[in-house]
Every structure is written in structure tokens, then in C-alpha cells.
């Protein structure tokens, strides 16, 4: 049977209001939605609307999605190695600078070049069409070799 109970739930995952970018009621509802709960179902087990715990676990997932990208910009920029793609560029040409740029940092990427491609084309994601990079693209290596991919802002 699935745990339902947001407060046993949240205990085992170590959470901790005072620590964290959510909130204890987002907290919940993302653990409550995770076990397969409804919103209608959490709401009659809150006491409120189907549409507060829609906006609640809204402003949850926008958080994360926060929080994610700014632990995606520290490790790109504490990443011995980083690789601005601009738009325009074949994506086939991206392995040999990635390379390149990680023979000169003194980095070793554990992957082939198609493996290196693939890894690239999918944390791109939609900003490359067929071989075209569509997208300016940033592909940092940390110093064990984990390749991380992000799309670059008119502000980066």
C-alpha cells in the first residue's frame, strides 16, 4: 500500500521548512500528487478548493523548476570546462569542441563522440532541429566528466 500520510512521507525525505524553497503546504501537495493523489482529493483531505491546491502545487513545481536552474548555473559556472554553441552551428561539429576545450582543461569525458552527441542533442532538447542548433547552447564538463547542457537567455 502507498503511504498517503504528508507528514510521514515528509519526514522520510529529510524535509525541512526552514531549509527549503517550498512552503509545508506545497511540500505536501507534491508529496500527496506523487503517491497518485487528485487535487479534488486533497483538497477534501485540506478543507479547501480543488483550485487552491491547483495553485499551490503550481507555485510548487515553478520553484523547483527555480531551484533546479540556479543549481544548473552554479555548476556551469564552477565547470572547469564550458562551451558556448551559438545558433546556427552544426550540432555533428559540438563533440570535437567539447573535446578539444576538455584536452586543454586537462578533462577526461567518459564517452565516445556519438556518445557525446547524443548527450548533447538530448539535453538540448528542442532547441536543436535535425543537426541544425536552433538555440545558443552552453555544454559544460565538470572535472569528473558529467556534461551538462543549458539554453542560453539574451541575459547569459
Known amino acids: 500500500m502507498t503511504e498517503t ?23 505536501e501537495v507534491l508529496a500527496l500528487r506523487e ?30 523548476r527555480k531551484a533546479r536552474d540556479t543549481v544548473a548555473v552554479a555548476e556551469a559556472l564552477r565547470s572547469p570546462v564550458r562551451v558556448q554553441v ?7 561539429d559540438v563533440p570535437s569542441d567539447v573535446f578539444d576545450a576538455c584536452d586543454e582543461a586537462d578533462v577526461k569525458v567518459p564517452h565516445t563522440a556519438p556518445e557525446l552527441l547524443g ?14 542548433v536552433r538555440t545558443d547552447l552552453l555544454v559544460s564538463v565538470s572535472a569528473d566528466g558529467e556534461i551538462r547542457v543549458r539554453r542560453q537567455t539574451s541575459g547569459d
Open 86 to 92: 551559438v545558433s546556427g552551428t552544426d550540432l555533428y
Open 5 to 27: 500520510d504528508a507528514d510521514t512521507i515528509l519526514e522520510r525525505a529529510g524535509f525541512d521548512p526552514d531549509e527549503s524553497i517550498l512552503t509545508r503546504r506545497q511540500a
Open 119 to 132: 548527450e548533447i542533442a538530448d539535453g538540448a532538447g528542442d532547441a536543436v532541429v535535425g543537426r541544425e
Open 35 to 64: 503517491r497518485g493523489l487528485t487535487q479534488s482529493a486533497i483538497a477534501e483531505r485540506f478543507g479547501t478548493s480543488r483550485a487552491n491546491v491547483a495553485s499551490i502545487e503550481s507555485s510548487a513545481r515553478e520553484n523547483v
